[in-house]
């Protein structure tokens, strides 16, 4: 049975940092990301990762602020997120196995984890 379970979330002050986890089991997958939802407003992409081809995109708001990175050993995804604004507050959701890398089309989403960033 797939599965994907987010960690990591959490209260953090604004410039602070957090790292999000996105443990994977019952199979590897080639393209995974990160999306966010922020209250009242619709789900956005954040990053994505493929492991063939090593390529890596990321959402404006996220470029110099935040990496996505594997851990392939341990089949889980990262997001290491910097500089942390008020307006990152939002649940993030790690998904996989994109039919159309690397925006839309994942098959696989995990729960959520609620990242909430003060000013």
């Known amino acids: 049975q797939v599965q994907l379970v987010e960690s990591g979330g959490g209260l953090a002050q604004a410039g602070g940092s957090l790292r999000l986890s996105c443990a994977a089991s019952g199979r590897t997958f080639d393209t995974m990301a990160w999306f966010r939802q922020a209250p009242g407003k619709e789900r956005e992409f954040v990053a994505a990762r493929s492991l063939s081809g090593g390529k890596i995109y990321y959402a404006d708001s996220a470029k110099g602020r935040f990496t996505i990175f594997r851990d392939r050993a341990k089949n889980t995804l990262y997001l290491q997120m910097n500089s942390l604004k008020p307006e990152d507050t939002a649940v993030y959701f790690c998904?996989?196995?994109?039919?159309?890398?690397?925006?839309?089309?994942?098959?696989?989403w995990g729960q959520g984890t609620q990242v909430t960033v003060s000013s």
């Open positions: 998904a996989a196995d994109a039919k159309s890398f690397p925006y839309s089309g994942y098959a696989y």
